[in-house]
């Protein structure tokens, strides 16, 4: 097993790394077995958290608007972790985050790591879900703040010596850190087709667009369309149109 390593975890607006932003950071530094140093902090956003999130996380725009922002907290989070292995819960999704707000500031942050949802996956064939959550039920892990940043931290933790002291004899492979590789993908612009057909919609269906298209790419772009349709309906096309 190994007994020193950094495990956090994030919480973020939504599931997007290259759309949404991190709203918490919680990790504990593990010596020797035992917790020698804990990181834990709100994050504020370059967006609006969504009633959905809060309701997940229980956390509120009001509570984060005076926080640090994700510069600022990148920066203290990578000096937190010096040269340790990473530990989490469907590592990649929560290291893309750090990765992409590290790289924003110029700190490199190539970590190695281990992924406790790996190591279920393959170990744990009569466990239906394979949700921390779950797991922790399973194993008698109490988590009584679940999906804020610290304490999902402390149980992945805590899940990943469970399952060190139950598999890794005979599944040595599973729990050798490993190198997170994650490279940020191209932001890819809008095209002239998608800024016509959004300015068509919104012409069509009178709406109040604060964004500026001209300055959104094609994902964002598709997400806007996306979102006028449902809310308000297709809009007639002229034959020929595309």
């Known amino acids: 097993m190994l007994r020193s390593y950094v495990a956090f975890d994030l919480e973020t607006t939504g599931l997007s790394v290259e759309e949404n932003c991190i709203i918490e950071v919680g990790a504990l530094k ?9 990181f834990m902090t709100f994050v504020k956003p370059e967006e609006t958290i969504s009633p959905k999130i809060t309701e997940i996380t229980g956390i509120t725009n009001a509570m984060v608007e005076k926080a640090p922002t994700a510069d600022e907290v ?13 530990i989490g819960h469907n590592l990649m999704f929560d290291y ?26 393959a170990v744990c064939s009569g466990i239906v879900s394979k949700s921390l959550g779950a797991l922790c039920d399973h194993y008698g892990i109490t988590n009584d703040q679940a999906h804020r940043a610290y304490h999902d931290a402390l149980a992945t933790a805590k899940l990943y010596q469970t399952l060190s002291h139950y598999y890794e004899n005979g599944h040595e492979d599973l729990f050798v850190p490993a190198p997170l590789i994650w490279k940020e993908k191209k932001v890819q612009p809008a095209t002239a087709k998608q800024k016509a057909y ?15 298209i001209e300055t959104m790419n094609r994902s964002q772009m598709s997400k806007a369309i996306d979102k006028i349709i449902l809310n308000h309906g297709i809009m007639p096309r002229k034959r020929g149109n595309i």
Request: charged letters at 40%; a positive charge; glycine letters at 8%.
């Open 30 to 38: 593990v010596r020797d077995g035992a917790v020698a140093g804990r």
């Open 74 to 86: 990148m920066k203290a989070f990578v000096d937190f972790c010096e040269d340790d292995v990473l």
């Open 96 to 121: 893309s985050f750090a990765k992409k707000y590290a790289g924003r500031i110029g700190c490199p942050f190539e970590k190695r790591g281990i992924d406790t949802l790996k190591i279920a996956r």
């Open 198 to 212: 959004l300015k068509e919609l919104i012409k069509y269906h009178k709406i109040d667009f604060n964004e500026d």
